[in-house]
DNA sequence: TTGTAAGCGTTATCAC
DNA sequence: GTGATAACGCTTACAA
């Protein structure tokens, strides 16, 4: 972008040097003179020189950016899996580029272009919401470009992950609810072609089998894109059941907030009518009134482990390393929209 | 990132043609026959030929890259400003990157290097909290990349500038709190070193003194970093002054959805006993209760702006723009937190 | 310790 | 219509 760019060329012309010696200085190569280093660098302060990555990328044939697709950042887990990844990676010497999906695979699509365009170092992604098939993510296998996806993931790809144990949690949120004396417990749950969505009705299901509770497929509602809206809306629906919920575990804090609005709207009591847990920890679960029980899904060590699993990829690229998967381990945080009284320890 | 990746020379041997008319041809270029340029996108796709655009843009000596620099990611206005940037610069065919200075100084200035190095085409930047001086963004300047600021602006630097009225929003506010019939008016402000939060400052004053009411220095409190816990500090403090505050203007919603708790806490009635306005409408600002009146930033519509603004200074380099300042309009949105009986209309 | 020269993958300017 | 060739700014064997 010149008006009137600087190069080695000008500070090599400008001291009788070559633009070996200079590239050389301004790396502190050791084999230059300390001198002559000291001079370069301080001509290239005066003279306001900085280096052009672009050429520097081209001749090195290598990046050290590291692409990030994130469904949307405007939602908080995915903004704070952003801050973990920067934390790692500048550290490391990195630069890191964001792109929003929206949920759109046409937009996946397009930025997947962008990133292997751009020669990115490594990508760290989560599928948009749309995504079942994940063959644009294969060209940066055959282009050896290392790629970890976190959260919604791909299994029929060969790509280290980042997840959390969905399953897992969501069986121990519903033991939660069992425990404090829930007997029907209803599900808002996510759209379930989407692995950690169905991994979350299952742990839901497998909580209730041990509890030897029925599973009633009226009980489970879906909210395709996990909006307050869509949270009132299903709401609305099983209140209307014959037999009501006195529990709801809902497979995002959004869809909670929207169940609470729509529980307190028809002067039923949280927790002691209808016990509310969420999934997520969003900062609105402590803003609400009963504040939510929600599972904090650690988005920020998210952001920190996939960024440290790829950048040994980029930098081991050559001795080819297997993929791995790593889950982080979740924390179930009871607030008042579940205090009641326990009924077994 | 080779393993083995296809370049234009490759398809050049394989077609027995030269490079540049390759070239022209994957460009669709007029002057090659549309049956070469047939064939030269058929083997493209076939040897999975992708375009090398660190290369592209070396010669072209120009990226089609736009900058964004944010302090944070997780906050809803920022998040929506980089939506709106996004919305017009893909429709132009610029790529988007973004960096969070995490209103760190230190941070934005290695941003501007980074950004520098990698010839962006241009930046748009909302200044980090910590930053008086702005002259790292000179270098922009001198390299005649266009610059837009948003939101925080500098004004020591020439370059174009998206904001709103804060003044006006802040007076009109406050009139509104005046008009509901309250008599002693606090307010949690910003840092007043940035120009908006003086600017929102102000604004409230000069209502007050519109209606003859005299201005207090301890009802304004001032919150540097905006948290809700700041926002409820300052009520504590407010609350116990001999004359309480009957009404509360925030210089954001974060700092208003404190006070409301810590005034919900004293058992105070919102809005009969205090009301409460922010500054932003954030997605919280309708979670709390009672609902918070506050003024809609348009975030979306401010990047929307920014970027417009941005890509007609990047393809009129030349014929150098004046740098122009565009103030968004913003509306006051009504809530419960200040729904009382208007004492005029 | 420094210089020479080739090349990264494109695009642009000539020429034919 | 197509082809040679130089150049974008930098890095890196290899030579000296």
Redesign the interface.
């Known amino acids: 972008?010149?008006?009137t760019?600087v190069t080695i060329k000008d500070l090599a012309k400008r001291m009788n040097l070559s633009v070996s010696t200079i590239s050389r200085a301004l790396h502190n190569h050791p084999s230059i003179g300390a001198e002559t280093t000291a001079e370069v660098w301080k001509l290239a302060k005066q003279l306001?020189y900085?280096?052009?990555?672009?050429?520097s990328?081209?001749r090195r044939?290598?990046?050290n950016m590291i692409g990030v697709i994130v469904p949307?950042?405007?939602i908080?887990f995915h903004?704070?899996v952003?801050?973990g990844v920067?934390e790692v990676a500048y550290k490391m010497g990195y630069?890191?580029?964001?792109?929003?999906s929206r949920d759109s695979l046409e937009r996946e699509v397009a930025i997947t272009?962008?990133l292997?365009?751009?020669?990115?170092?490594g990508i760290i992604a989560c599928l948009a919401l749309e995504t079942q098939d994940c063959s644009h993510f294969a060209?940066f296998n055959?282009?050896?470009?290392p790629l970890v996806f976190y959260d919604r993931v791909s299994n029929e790809l060969e790509a280290s992950k980042v997840i959390i144990d969905d399953f897992d949690a969501a069986f121990r949120v519903t033991q939660h609810l069992i425990n404090i004396g829930c007997k029907r417990i209803a599900h808002i749950a996510g759209c379930l072609t989407t692995s950690i969505f169905s991994a979350r009705l299952e742990g839901y299901k497998a909580a209730l089998q041990k509890n030897n509770i029925p599973f009633d497929q009226n009980m489970v509602c879906c909210a395709s894109n996990l909006t307050y809206e869509e949270g009132g809306r299903c709401t609305k629906k099983l209140l209307k059941l014959p037999e009501m919920p006195d529990g709801m575990f809902c497979a995002n804090d959004y869809t909670a907030?929207g169940a609470i609005q729509v529980i307190k709207k028809n002067n039923l009591r949280i927790p002691e009518d209808i016990a509310v847990a969420g999934f997520s920890n969003y900062?609105?679960s402590t803003?609400?009134?009963p504040a939510l029980t929600t599972i904090d899904d650690r988005a920020f060590e998210m952001g920190k482990t996939a960024a440290r699993m790829l950048i040994r990829q980029v930098e081991e690229r050559d001795v080819n390393i297997a993929s791995e998967t790593i889950v982080i381990r979740t924390d179930l945080i009871v607030r008042d929209s579940t205090r009641r009284q326990p009924v077994q320890p």
Do not use: C, W
């Open positions: 972008m010149p008006g760019r306001g900085f280096p052009n990555s672009v050429a990328n081209l044939r290598k990046t949307r950042i405007d908080t903004s704070h952003i801050s920067e630069n890191v580029t964001i792109y929003q272009s962008i292997q365009t751009n020669m990115v170092a060209r055959s282009q050896k470009v907030i900062p609105v803003i609400i009134e």
